[in-house]
């Protein structure tokens, strides 16, 4: 997670604390309570002790209480909602934005603490602030200047650029796109309710209790401030005000009527708030993108008049309070992929798609493409309408009209419906099979297999489909006989994305062998095309370097990635391992995959002790570990291996061939690491061919080493069918808990871990020592090397990986170590390449994942890399220009990856 100053913690605390927003609530549920004076002082007594504790309590012990407290002496100088001063607003707008003509845009300078503000507070709210000062400054604007520059806004205030550069998405899961405003606007405006699945977790329970309440009392702030002219109530007004908003409140569906609104504020003079509130209602209305926008642009007028009784002002902060309070459970906030799948993806304050908004943030500008990822389920007529409507609007085009009525597929090829056509060519899907699953104590994950083969064999299915492409947004589809559709051409590429520390690759790397095998039936008139391209999640989260590495290589291997193919995050290879550890501390894994990382590591280090004088020093300890550990497992402890093999049919007739094999007790790593390299086939593939020959191409791809399993000849073999029997079975695993440690330490032995009166063999424990994990650098680097061989791409996303893995800034990301600015450091004993094993850079992509969760968007990861790379004393010229073969690399991996879908005849 990103590491802020005290002055960022302290600004996100006064705009979005909850015992200061609860504070104000109680003040303005009782308006009459003590003497102005008196009131207003103990509001600012409070304050000033709830920020100071809110701090600490947020972010204990890593700031001096003094400084904190100094701080708080001058942020709240008793004159908070009394005069139209805020503290930090006018500070933070004018250090991280800027005016440029009429575009409101974040400072290039100011960008990394610009997007470490965004997660902690809306920067809506900024823009806001900046527009209601311009308007006191300007009074005399007319009112279409002023719906021009609202209306002009881009998304997140990124700056504009050079229409003539277009930028290419390669990674954006469409799901994690849509804004925080835009799925508050539909809690707080349309009167969603928070509501949960018969499977809901006790955590998204807990959210639910703590959220409503926090939505209902912004409901109530909002009714209370869309009522023009509220500055001018009294006090005993305001009490009648608060008791008919508590009635209206009770009833269900309320909700503002956004044409009466909009009518009622005809007469108010242009730029007032009260104008500023029918402006809203007519956005609301027409469903405008920038309607958030409007919203807070009313709000801060309204709190700058010096005529707003304080209480007004006292709930406008209760709301800005509130809706970052509600937001921040739509941002990803701490570390790992189980946190950001169960909780920040799967927010009870749910994600949809909106349409247009989310079209607007993918595709910026007019020239701009992306690959976006969802399930593969989700690519059907409706959703690619959606995107293409999304895509025809924002490029300022309209359908073409059809030359006569009811010849909707009889459409020309004129200028209009060419453009359109490149317009839906600005895209292509990647659909992405799920590894997450529901979090069960004491329960490992287990794969439904039939369910992925289902999945699998339905897609091809749809994608053979003609039902439903024959919409008027596809101009006639197949009907149209003026050019060849062939929609299937935007499914381009696979993934297996969710948490990867729940069901690992190889369930799913069979099918996806499958998928991309070639040679499918295709319907008549299909033009030829190429398959699938790979773009798959793999070592973006893990409990130890090792795990994260070998994820990769069995993503690699596995699914048999070839040139063009793409490694998701991949921050495994980068994130230097002593770093990794230092910050992690205990490293806490089940015994069979610190068994499986020890086996891995064995292996590299036998392959590399020739050229790599550290594999030689580490290879004994491995084989040391291994053996200590092997005998604490329990694959060899099934009673009878012929169980294992699912195959009694066949007992007699193996039984002679294996007598001579030695037990699963005296494996050696060697047969380990073949019945690792065994998991490429596809267990549950092999137990439905009892025993026969494989059949259909789904057996051929599944199992490629058919012939071993089936015979079962080889320790290797006997070793995978004992795991499948022991993962069918297994519901507690030992947990080894791995520490850094010298040599020392690693030779007084493993320990188990006392457990009150006796030891509790459930947990072990194990020592990295300096040595192993100065290896570990090394083998990334090598592996690197290899990868790139294979001509394969890494998708770095930076702020995702900020916010996801260990990293405090965008300067230790680690594409600055797999593709630097500056190739110096990539020679023989450089930073880059310490150990000598790397042969240049290695080919990467920048996207968002998903820029609505980690808020921002493509342009901005360009401009926080080149920020890191002048923060790494990296010359502008050079970050440009490095950044710049990036962006033309990106566009280029894009057309390499698209087929067309319109084409003309």
């Not at 069960?440 to 039939?450: E, F, G, H, Y």
């Not at 005296?666 to 009892?690: I, V």
């Amino acid at each position: 997670m990103l590491q802020r100053s005290l002055t960022e913690h302290a600004a996100e605390c006064f705009f979005g604390d909850e015992r200061l927003s609860a504070r104000l609530w109680q003040l303005l549920q009782h308006p009459a309570e003590g003497l102005d004076s008196d009131r207003w002082q103990l509001l600012q007594d409070d304050f000033y002790h709830l920020l100071v504790e809110g701090v600490e309590t947020r972010y204990p012990r890593e700031h001096r209480l003094t400084d904190v407290r100094q701080l708080m002496d001058h942020l709240v100088d008793g004159h908070l909602l009394l005069t139209p001063v805020l503290p930090w607003l006018d500070e933070l707008q004018q250090r991280l934005m800027q005016r440029n003509g009429d575009l409101l845009c974040y400072r290039e300078r100011e960008v990394q603490a610009y997007v470490r503000l965004a997660a902690g507070i809306d920067p809506t709210l900024l823009a806001g602030w900046h527009l209601a000062q311009w308007l006191n400054e300007m009074p005399l604007l007319q009112a279409h200047d002023i719906r021009r520059v609202v209306s002009a806004q881009p998304p997140f205030f990124s700056p504009q650029s050079k229409s003539s550069l277009p930028f290419a998405e390669g990674h954006v899961h469409f799901w994690g796109v849509t804004a925080d405003s835009v799925i508050l606007d539909d809690y707080l405006f349309e009167d969603s309710e928070l509501i949960l699945g018969e499977k809901s977790t006790l955590w998204q329970k807990e959210q639910r209790d703590s959220l409503q309440p926090l939505l209902k009392r912004a409901r109530k702030l909002l009714i209370l401030l869309l009522e023009p002219n509220q500055q001018q109530c009294s006090q005993e007004d305001g009490l009648q005000h608060w008791a008919r908003l508590n009635i209206a409140m009770q009833e269900s569906n309320h909700k503002p009527d956004w044409n009466l609104l909009s009518a009622s504020s005809h007469a108010a003079s242009v730029g007032s708030a009260d104008w500023l509130i029918g402006q809203f209602a007519t956005a609301m209305g027409l469903g405008e993108s920038n309607r958030w926008l409007w919203l807070n642009f009313y709000l801060c007028k309204r709190y700058i008049e010096f005529d707003t009784h304080p209480d007004q002002r006292a709930a406008i902060l209760c709301f800005w309070q509130t809706v970052n309070q509600l937001r921040r459970s739509l941002i990803m906030d701490g570390q790992g992929l189980t946190r950001f799948a169960e909780r920040s993806f799967n927010s009870v304050l749910q994600r949809h798609s909106k349409g247009h908004d989310n079209i607007r943030r993918v595709w910026p500008a007019k020239a701009d493409v992306a690959e976006i990822k969802s399930g593969p389920m989700a690519f059907k007529p409706k959703l690619v309408g959606e995107i293409a409507r999304g895509l025809i609007s924002t490029s300022d085009l309209s359908l073409p009209k059809p030359p006569y009525i009811f010849g909707e597929s009889d459409i020309q090829l004129d200028m209009q419906a060419l453009a359109t056509m490149q317009a839906l060519e600005r895209w292509q899907f990647c659909g992405h099979f799920s590894r997450s699953q529901a979090h069960k104590q004491n329960q490992r994950p287990r794969p439904d297999c039939k369910r992925l083969w289902q999945e699998a064999e339905k897609l091809v299915r749809n994608l053979e489909s003609t039902s439903g492409w024959n919409a008027s947004e596809f101009m006639g589809g197949k009907l149209n006989p003026n050019f060849h559709f062939q929609p299937a051409r935007w499914f381009r590429g696979l993934d297996v994305a969710g948490d990867e520390n729940a069901l690992k690759i190889e369930w799913f790397a069979p099918v996806l062998r499958w998928l991309r095998c070639g040679f499918k039936s295709r319907p008549d008139g299909e033009r030829a095309s190429s398959g699938f391209h790979l773009s798959i999640h793999a070592g973006e989260d893990y409990a130890h370097p090792a795990s994260g590495m070998r994820h990769i290589d069995e993503t690699v291997r596995f699914c048999e990635m070839r040139e063009g193919d793409r490694l998701g995050h991949a921050l495994a290879l980068g994130i230097m391992p002593k770093q990794w550890a230092a910050r992690q501390g205990e490293m806490m894994l089940p015994l069979d995959e610190h068994l499986d990382n020890l086996v891995w590591l064995w292996h590299h280090a036998s392959i590399l002790s020739g050229v790599l004088p550290l594999a030689q020093q580490v290879l004994p300890l491995f084989e040391r570990r291994i053996a200590h550990f092997w005998h604490k497992s329990y694959w060899w402890q099934v009673p009878d291996w012929m169980e294992a093999t699912d195959d009694n049919e066949n007992q007699s007739k193996n039984q002679a061939e294996v007598s001579d094999i030695p037990s699963l007790r005296n494996a050696t790593p060697g047969d380990l690491y073949q019945a690792w390299w065994l998991r490429r086939n596809c267990h549950y593939r092999l137990k439905s061919l009892s025993g026969s020959w494989p059949i259909d191409s789904r057996e051929l791809y599944a199992l490629p080493d058919h012939l071993e399993l089936s015979e079962c000849h080889t320790l290797a073999s006997r070793l995978y069918h004992a795991r499948h029997t022991w993962l069918s079975n297994v519901k507690e695993v030992p947990l080894v808990i791995v520490r850094m440690g010298d040599e020392a330490a690693a030779n007084r032995g493993f320990h188990t871990k006392s457990s009150g009166r006796k030891n509790n063999e459930n947990i072990l424990e194990d020592v990295d020592t300096p040595a192993e994990l100065d290896f570990m650098h090394a083998l990334q680097d090598w592996l690197l090397t290899e990868y790139d061989k294979l001509g394969l791409i890494i998708e770095a996303n930076p702020t995702s990986n900020v916010y996801i893995a260990r990293l405090k800034s965008y300067a230790e990301h680690p594409i600055f170590r797999w593709c630097p600015p500056d190739e110096s450091v990539l020679e023989p004993g450089k930073p880059a390449n310490l150990y000598g094993m790397r042969r240049g850079p290695v080919r990467v992509l920048i996207n968002t994942d998903d820029p609505g969760i980690m808020p921002t968007t493509l342009r901005t990861e360009f401009l926080l890399l080149r920020e890191a790379s002048i923060d790494l004393g990296i010359g502008r010229t050079v970050a440009e220009r490095w950044l710049e073969e990036l962006r033309i690399f990106g566009i280029e991996q894009f057309q390499r990856n698209h087929l067309p879908v319109f084409e003309t005849i």
